[in-house]
């Protein structure tokens, strides 16, 4: 028997008893909810009719001719409303809030991305909505919070530690622990105590299932190879999953190398991290001598996490997918690349996959099929860009 909230050795629920109520609480309300028709009906229908699923299954013609090796499809999750997978998290969860009775919901976010998902559904909830943002954060990504308060939400900026992304997480189970009553955390990505990452990436599968079923209708197989950027690892997951028992499709994710995984400024999880607990779940991270999670960097905001989801540390460590490391140069070369070669603008997260896809593809034979997860659009990305490239866009 399989234990509960565990893949392999990794997963579990290590939390302080303050927040274990509350874990507990949605444990079981998840246990109830994951299988009830009424619940799965709705999710389905705000899927169509709030995120604008099925997303788009678009085949990659000029990069295929260009990079001459595998038929190359792209998996358009930059399509969705708001611009990318995240939406399908957001919707599942705040639904599942609704089902349990709360009337707040709280979010961490890093960049914001996962931010204005939750600001957006709650909007159209009308459910109350806090999210946390380390204050570093907040200053790089003024426009997201903004953006966030005019959907209604309040956003509170966290001073601890290096006031980013991991603090906002501490910060919004600190508030979920005294809350309980009325709140529900809404957590962005495969991480986090059980039940989050299974939760996460049930509400996320749907991309798998629908490019499963995709592929089929226009190619009649299914693809050899799925491509999929990782930060904390959901959109990845989520494409991955209903592909896992299907042996002969290689999964690979690509992490953010950011300056290079010989230096101390990347995300390169898998590359360089080691097995720890931190953030109720046993996993693999970034760590010092001392076991201290270690400060991390990419170009990409949204990959600059020192985790992984706990489900790709154990398909990591049982070889069911491959992990390859994307510096920011490369991953920028690809949002040029995908840009002008299909007029498709890519996050910069999804970028970490075009490139891994650009060295994969001409490896593999004309009649084999690679797939991308593109995860995310890249208008928020651009002005980034090209201060990396150091064009003048200030006027
Ligand atoms: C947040 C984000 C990611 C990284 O998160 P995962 O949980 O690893 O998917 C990737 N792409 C985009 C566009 C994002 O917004």
Request: hydrophobic share 40%; with cysteine; aromatic share 8%.
């Amino acid at each position: 028997m399989e234990k509960i909230g565990r893949f392999g050795d990794f997963g579990g629920q290590y939390v302080p008893e303050t927040v274990m109520n509350a874990v507990s609480e949605l444990q079981e309300a998840y246990e109830r909810y994951r299988n009830d028709p009424q619940f799965l009906a709705e999710l389905r229908e705000l899927y169509r009719n709030y995120a604008f699923r099925p997303s788009l299954m678009y085949y990659a013609r000029k990069m295929t001719e260009d990079l001459g090796g595998a038929k190359i499809y792209i998996k358009r999750e930059d399509l969705n409303h708001t611009g990318s997978h995240k939406i399908n998290n957001a919707l599942g969860q705040v639904l599942l809030a609704k089902y349990m009775g709360k009337k707040r919901i709280i979010a961490e976010t890093g960049a914001g991305q996962h931010g204005v998902a939750t600001a957006t559904i709650c909007a159209y909830f009308d459910m109350e909505c806090e999210v946390y943002m380390g204050r570093e954060d907040m200053e790089r990504q003024a426009l997201n919070v903004y953006r966030m308060e005019l959907l209604g939400a309040k956003v509170t900026g966290v001073d601890s530690g290096t006031a980013t992304l991991k603090d906002a997480i501490n910060e919004a189970m600190r508030d979920w622990a005294t809350n309980i009553e009325t709140t529900f955390y809404c957590i962005g990505s495969v991480m986090g105590p059980h039940p989050y990452p299974i939760m996460v990436r049930d509400f996320q599968k749907i991309i798998g299932e629908e490019a499963k079923a995709q592929l089929m209708e226009k190619e009649g197989k299914l693809p050899d190879c799925v491509v999929a950027c990782v930060g904390g690892g959901s959109n990845a997951m989520g494409i991955f999953y209903d592909f896992i028992p299907d042996k002969s499709v290689r999964l690979v994710g690509a992490e953010a190398a950011g300056r290079g995984i010989d230096t101390d400024q990347h995300a390169a999880t898998i590359s360089k991290g080691e097995k720890g607990i931190f953030h109720g779940m046993k996993s693999v991270f970034l760590q010092n001598e001392e076991g201290q999670i270690a400060p991390v960097f990419s170009i990409s905001a949204g990959l600059d996490y020192p985790g992984i989801g706990p489900e790709h540390a154990y398909l990591h460590e049982t070889g069911r997918a491959d992990y390859v490391a994307i510096t920011d140069e490369e991953a920028v070369q690809a949002f040029e690349y995908l840009s002008k070669t299909e007029g498709i603008i890519p996050a910069v997260e999804s970028a970490h996959a075009v490139a891994a896809a650009r060295k994969i593809a001409p490896t593999m034979r004309p009649d084999q099929i690679l797939l991308i997860n593109l995860s995310g659009r890249g208008d928020k990305d651009v002005q980034q860009i090209a201060r990396y490239r150091g064009v003048n866009i200030d006027g």
